[in-house]
């Protein structure tokens, strides 16, 4: 390690993937100041959550609902089918005009 003068300024580069860990091994409190130049930080992008679920139908009638970015969310009499939803999205069952949330996923 290196021991800087007082009011040293010292340049560090750390490389993309890396990180910078400062420690102080002496018994006297110091200031520092720290620059952060030409990095442009991006937004780290949050990935989904999704739950699994598994829908039963046990009726001899087809069982209409909606849940939006689903492939087929209507349910075959006597099926089961699995389906892997966001956080926030709802299961909507419908029936003639009225539609009614079943369950919201959280």
Known sequence: MRKLEA??????MVEK?????LSNNG????KLRVSIV???R???QKKAVYK??????KSAKSTPL????AANPNLSP???SAVNLKIGQEIVFRTGHKKYILLTVD
């Open 7 to 12: 009011l040293a300024i010292e340049n560090v």
């Open 17 to 21: 993937e890396n990180h910078l860990v």
């Open 27 to 30: 018994n006297q409190t110091i």
């Open 38 to 40: 030409g990095v442009k």
């Open 42 to 44: 991006r937004k780290q």
């Open 52 to 57: 699994s679920f598994t829908r039963e139908n």
């Open 66 to 69: 909606n849940i939006p970015n």
């Open 78 to 80: 006597f099926s089961k």
